[in-house]
């Protein structure tokens, strides 16, 4: 006899467990749904089968090909646009010239189709629909019978008040050749919604038949957990789950299990796996194919799919699905609930809470904490927070779901009735994300200053200035423009420490959220003071008497940043000549700089053909600046915090200056000329500005374009940096060339080696063992002085998985040959450590 299985559904609801498969081959009990339902239409005599095919069909032809192997005939019709639920029998309708039947794929039951087949014939039934009950009926199509059991009526998903029987369309039915008259060829066509309300006008003999076996609609992943628990309970009669080793453990053959390991029935563990030792797997688990499962493991009534790992010491809680080539991590935990994707890693010591759903080809940072959906991207970091505040990718990484949470957590921290300033770039991402965030600190009864478009240094100063708790600044990266970055910092404008950024990962990731009750939440108050406060400011600091008489030409590249809206104003009252270069003027797409290479060759080109004073640029918010001479040279980052430094020890007679660890000797040769002291810092947005502060120091700066001038701002600021040179060059009657002459040749190259992080730690203790041969420290990577001259600085990348070296020398040459001396020293102890030679 014939039958059709209906197998061309996408099965979106079971993702991620169908992302890459078609939902007819997702396993129960390590055998595909699809050959579960085959095995069941052969015992009852429909050995001649069609299966419709859609959503990677392709995979299930692979699977049972011509059908030989499991006893049947097996041909296929591909719907290459669906057809609905009946429109594919339109294009079959010469093949049936007799009673059929018709079963979707998505159900598992062990109905007696031969009864079933024999109920129809006796009754001259044309249709005749398997009916069961649901306990919600309402999801379902309603199916109303006589006392005979011909249906009288349907009802498509019926309201409450609508419900006159509890019987349900099953999803399988026997069918005589003449209702395919009443398909439209070509045309998408539902049993259900219209070919069986059409039989019913029509007058044809419609009967219902009642089941009473089991039937379960695999429809969501909790009903795929529970047709695998229902096989194991013996609730459904299965055939085929493998060697039963002990009352309802049953396992397949070349698998090995530790004389320690616990196994408790019922269970089922495929062929060819290894379970370690003191590993217990409870009752209810499913162990598919390959599977390798360390030792110390907990598996608890759960799903464990083909060529899946699972490290020692990892613990999967009840309903979890792992689905296959996944890796779950040492010491890692998935919560109840979960689905793990296909090709996913899961790093060591990982927590997955309850009910996430990780779609595939994801890899988990070790020590992370997931608790909500991870659809895009392909990394997950373990913290929200990297070198330079939170960084992701817009609508993928961060979503304004993700925002809301965020502002959340940044609020509960601060605390209720705290006043909190919050600012942005010029982008719509931006906009859109600060929304976000500011809906999240007001459920969390924070008092909102939305200080909308405008650069970060003016944010900070307004916030301090105004007696704000903290401040958030949203922006686009240049180098990352689908990205948003998020920089919170505290009363004194200097970014969060590392323990309060920890505090609010562990808030936001554990959900730990004190909201307020509805009559505490406050409002958002609109702040239009910024500009005027910071203007009136730098009035004050920079003398504009001295320049307007001079009146310097000045070429400012704003980079179509915040800077466009208050740089060019600020140098035109400080009485400058100003000629603006990509600001939101001339409305042009985001830049992406590496490092503002483009941008600076256009900015040195125009200084010169403008005969200008000198150039610079701003970097996105406003808070770094590189300088271009009168000739067009583009200053090194060492050269401009070296002049700076000998201009702020000149003016001020001597003092500190900090700089990274990694900047030129040439500052310790500069402050010595002008009784000054270094004050050598880890790199990063914090430190620099800690020193600066707690040392007292007179000037702040690092070779990245950010300078801290104290009198003004603990803070990195490229509007004042620039507008206090332009002060200083017309006060000494100077051009910017004659203070870079001034300053000692230096000799400088950097480096980066790429490292596996997993071994970074071994390559560090290496290098610790041969820094010891010379004068070394330890403040911000491997530091080693030579006895002659020069230095290399080895550090890990806050970035990426890579070392950087920084190297200096007597020459170019010299720079050169010290750093590529350790880029060989490391990929020798980086192949010595993977080889173990």
Same mark, same amino acid.
Request: charged share 25%; hydrophobic share 40%; glycine share 8%.
């Given at each position: 006899?014939?039958?059709?299985?209906?197998?061309?559904?996408?099965?979106?609801?079971?993702?991620?467990?169908?992302?890459?498969?078609?939902?007819?081959?997702?396993?129960?009990?390590?055998?595909?749904?699809?050959?579960?339902?085959?095995?069941?239409?052969?015992?009852?005599?429909?050995?001649?089968?069609?299966?419709?095919?859609?959503?990677?069909?392709?995979?299930?032809?692979?699977?049972?090909?011509?059908?030989?192997?499991?006893?049947?005939?097996?041909?296929?019709?591909?719907?290459?646009?669906?057809?609905?639920?009946?429109?594919?029998?339109?294009?079959?309708?010469?093949?049936?010239?007799?009673?059929?039947?018709?079963?979707?794929?998505?159900?598992?039951?062990?109905?007696?189709?031969?009864?079933?087949?024999?109920?129809?014939?006796?009754?001259?039934?044309?249709?005749?629909?398997?009916?069961?009950?649901?306990?919600?009926?309402?999801?379902?199509?309603?199916?109303?019978?006589?006392?005979?059991?011909?249906?009288?009526?349907?009802?498509?998903?019926?309201?409450?008040?609508?419900?006159?029987?509890?019987?349900?369309?099953?999803?399988?039915?026997?069918?005589?050749?003449?209702?395919?008259?009443?398909?439209?060829?070509?045309?998408?066509?539902?049993?259900?919604?219209?070919?069986?309300?059409?039989?019913?006008?029509?007058?044809?003999?419609?009967?219902?038949?009642?089941?009473?076996?089991?039937?379960?609609?695999?429809?969501?992943?909790?009903?795929?957990?529970?047709?695998?628990?229902?096989?194991?309970?013996?609730?459904?009669?299965?055939?085929?789950?493998?060697?039963?080793?002990?009352?309802?453990?049953?396992?397949?053959?070349?698998?090995?299990?530790?004389?320690?390991?616990?196994?408790?029935?019922?269970?089922?563990?495929?062929?060819?796996?290894?379970?370690?030792?003191?590993?217990?797997?409870?009752?209810?688990?499913?162990?598919?194919?390959?599977?390798?499962?360390?030792?110390?493991?907990?598996?608890?009534? $759960? *799903? =464990?799919?083909? &060529?899946?790992? %699972?490290?020692?010491?990892?613990? /999967?809680?009840? !309903?979890?699905? +792992?689905? #296959?080539?996944?890796?779950?991590?040492?010491?890692?935990?998935?919560?109840?609930? $979960? *689905? =793990?994707?296909? &090709?996913?890693? %899961?790093?060591?010591?990982?927590? /997955?809470?309850? !009910?996430?759903? +990780?779609? #595939?080809?994801?890899?988990?940072?070790?020590?992370?904490?997931?608790?909500?959906?991870?659809?895009?991207?392909?990394?997950?970091?373990?913290?929200?927070?990297?070198?330079?505040?939170?960084?992701?990718?817009?609508?993928?990484?961060?979503?304004?779901?993700?925002?809301?949470?965020?502002?959340?957590?940044?609020?509960?921290?601060?605390?209720?009735?705290?006043?909190?300033?919050?600012?942005?770039?010029?982008?719509?991402?931006?906009?859109?994300?600060?929304?976000?965030?500011?809906?999240?600190?007001?459920?969390?009864?924070?008092?909102?200053?939305?200080?909308?478009?405008?650069?970060?240094?003016?944010?900070?100063?307004?916030?301090?200035?105004?007696?704000?708790?903290?401040?958030?600044?949203?922006?686009?990266?240049?180098?990352?423009?689908?990205?948003?970055?998020?920089?919170?910092?505290?009363?004194?404008?200097?970014?969060?420490?590392?323990?309060?950024?920890?505090?609010?990962?562990?808030?936001?990731?554990?959900?730990?959220?004190?909201?307020?009750?509805?009559?505490?939440?406050?409002?958002?108050?609109?702040?239009?003071?910024?500009?005027?406060?910071?203007?009136?400011?730098?009035?004050?600091?920079?003398?504009?008497?001295?320049?307007?008489?001079?009146?310097?030409?000045?070429?400012?590249?704003?980079?179509?940043?915040?800077?466009?809206?208050?740089?060019?104003?600020?140098?035109?009252?400080?009485?400058?000549?100003?000629?603006?270069?990509?600001?939101?003027?001339?409305?042009?797409?985001?830049?992406?700089?590496?490092?503002?290479?483009?941008?600076?060759?256009?900015?040195?080109?125009?200084?010169?053909?403008?005969?200008?004073?000198?150039?610079?640029?701003?970097?996105?918010?406003?808070?770094?600046?590189?300088?271009?001479?009168?000739?067009?040279?583009?200053?090194?980052?060492?050269?401009?915090?070296?002049?700076?430094?000998?201009?702020?020890?000149?003016?001020?007679?001597?003092?500190?200056?900090?700089?990274?660890?990694?900047?030129?000797?040439?500052?310790?040769?500069?402050?010595?000329?002008?009784?000054?002291?270094?004050?050598?810092?880890?790199?990063?947005?914090?430190?620099?500005?800690?020193?600066?502060?707690?040392?007292?120091?007179?000037?702040?700066?690092?070779?990245?374009?950010?300078?801290?001038?104290?009198?003004?701002?603990?803070?990195?600021?490229?509007?004042?940096?620039?507008?206090?040179?332009?002060?200083?060059?017309?006060?000494?009657?100077?051009?910017?060339?004659?203070?870079?002459?001034?300053?000692?040749?230096?000799?400088?190259?950097?480096?980066?080696?790429?490292?596996?992080?997993?071994?970074?730690?071994?390559?560090?203790?290496?290098?610790?063992?041969?820094?010891?041969?010379?004068?070394?420290?330890?403040?911000?990577?491997?530091?080693?002085?030579?006895?002659?001259?020069?230095?290399?600085?080895?550090?890990?990348?806050?970035?990426?998985?890579?070392?950087?070296?920084?190297?200096?020398?007597?020459?170019?040459?010299?720079?050169?040959?010290?750093?590529?001396?350790?880029?060989?020293?490391?990929?020798?102890?980086?192949?010595?450590?993977?080889?173990?030679?």
């Amino acid at each position: 006899m014939k039958a059709v299985i209906l197998a061309g559904g996408k099965g979106t609801r079971l993702r991620p467990l169908t992302s890459n498969i078609p939902k007819p081959i997702a396993q129960i009990v390590n055998t595909p749904m699809i050959v579960h339902t085959i095995n069941l239409l052969k015992k009852h005599g429909f050995d001649d089968i069609i299966i419709t095919i859609g959503y990677l069909g392709n995979q299930i032809e692979d699977l049972l090909r011509d059908g030989k192997d499991l006893g049947v005939n097996i041909t296929y019709f591909k719907e290459y646009f669906p057809l609905g639920t009946a429109g594919a029998l339109k294009f079959l309708e010469e093949q049936f010239n007799e009673t059929f039947l018709v079963i979707s794929s998505d159900i598992i039951t062990d109905l007696n189709l031969k009864e079933m087949y024999e109920f129809h014939k006796s009754n001259e039934s044309t249709a005749t629909i398997a009916l069961t009950t649901a306990e919600i009926p309402v999801a379902y199509g309603i199916v109303v019978t006589d006392e005979n059991l011909r249906i009288t009526k349907f009802l498509e998903k019926p309201g409450w008040s609508q419900i006159f029987s509890d019987k349900i369309n099953a999803g399988i039915y026997i069918l005589e050749p003449d209702v395919l008259q009443f398909i439209s060829k070509g045309e998408k066509f539902d049993f259900s919604k219209q070919l069986f309300p059409k039989l019913l006008e029509e007058n044809f003999p419609m009967y219902g038949f009642t089941m009473n076996c089991y039937w379960l609609d695999i429809g969501e992943n909790t009903k795929y957990v529970q047709a695998n628990h229902d096989v194991l309970a013996k609730r459904i009669s299965l055939d085929h789950l493998g060697k039963e080793i002990k009352e309802s453990v049953w396992i397949g053959d070349e698998t090995e299990i530790s004389p320690s390991a616990s196994l408790w029935g019922p269970c089922i563990i495929g062929k060819n796996c290894k379970i370690g030792d003191n590993t217990t797997i409870d009752r209810l688990s499913v162990i598919g194919n390959n599977v390798h499962i360390g030792k110390n493991a907990q598996i608890k009534r $759960s *799903v =464990i799919l083909n &060529d899946a790992t %699972i490290r020692d010491d990892a613990f /999967i809680e009840n !309903n979890v699905i +792992i689905c #296959p080539r996944t890796e779950i991590g040492e010491g890692a935990k998935v919560m109840a609930g $979960s *689905v =793990i994707g296909e &090709d996913c890693h %899961i790093g060591e010591h990982s927590v /997955i809470k309850h !009910n996430i759903k +990780i779609w #595939p080809n994801k890899e988990i940072e070790p020590g992370s904490f997931i608790n909500m959906n991870l659809k895009h991207g392909t990394y997950v970091k373990k913290s929200l927070f990297g070198p330079y505040g939170i960084t992701g990718l817009v609508n993928y990484e961060f979503t304004p779901e993700k925002m809301t949470k965020l502002g959340s957590a940044i609020g509960t921290y601060f605390g209720a009735g705290s006043k909190v300033f919050i600012g942005r770039d010029t982008m719509l991402m931006s906009r859109m994300m600060k929304r976000a965030v500011i809906t999240g600190l007001m459920s969390t009864g924070v008092e909102v200053y939305n200080v909308e478009a405008l650069p970060l240094p003016i944010l900070k100063y307004v916030t301090i200035l105004n007696g704000g708790r903290a401040g958030i600044m949203l922006k686009v990266p240049y180098a990352e423009i689908n990205s948003i970055n998020i920089k919170i910092f505290e009363n004194d404008g200097i970014e969060l420490s590392p323990k309060a950024a920890k505090k609010i990962e562990g808030i936001f990731f554990k959900e730990n959220i004190r909201r307020v009750e509805p009559n505490q939440i406050r409002d958002i108050i609109p702040f239009k003071m910024a500009y005027e406060q910071y203007l009136e400011k730098i009035m004050a600091f920079i003398n504009s008497s001295i320049i307007e008489k001079r009146k310097p030409k000045v070429v400012i590249d704003c980079g179509n940043g915040a800077g466009s809206l208050i740089a060019p104003q600020i140098f035109q009252k400080l009485g400058c000549e100003v000629i603006s270069l990509n600001t939101l003027e001339t409305p042009a797409p985001l830049k992406t700089f590496s490092p503002y290479t483009e941008a600076l060759s256009n900015l040195s080109k125009t200084v010169k053909v403008l005969n200008a004073d000198f150039g610079f640029l701003l970097n996105e918010d406003a808070g770094r600046v590189i300088f271009v001479d009168e000739k067009g040279e583009i200053l090194e980052g060492d050269t401009t915090v070296s002049i700076f430094t000998k201009i702020r020890l000149q003016e001020k007679g001597g003092g500190k200056v900090a700089v990274p660890v990694h900047t030129s000797n040439i500052i310790e040769q500069v402050a010595d000329e002008y009784n000054g002291t270094v004050i050598r810092t880890k790199s990063g947005n914090r430190p620099l500005l800690v020193a600066v502060q707690e040392n007292n120091t007179i000037f702040g700066g690092e070779e990245t374009g950010g300078f801290v001038i104290p009198d003004f701002q603990v803070l990195r600021d490229g509007i004042l940096a620039a507008a206090y040179l332009t002060e200083y060059l017309v006060k000494k009657e100077k051009v910017l060339s004659e203070l870079t002459k001034a300053i000692p040749p230096f000799f400088m190259a950097k480096e980066v080696v790429p490292c596996p992080i997993t071994i970074r730690g071994k390559v560090m203790l290496n290098l610790i063992e041969e820094a010891y041969y010379f004068n070394f420290n330890t403040l911000d990577g491997i530091k080693m002085f030579f006895e002659d001259y020069g230095w290399v600085l080895i550090k890990p990348s806050a970035m990426d998985d890579s070392f950087e070296i920084y190297a200096e020398g007597r020459n170019k040459k010299e720079a050169t040959l010290i750093a590529r001396h350790w880029i060989d020293e490391i990929n020798n102890l980086i192949h010595e450590i993977e080889t173990g030679m």
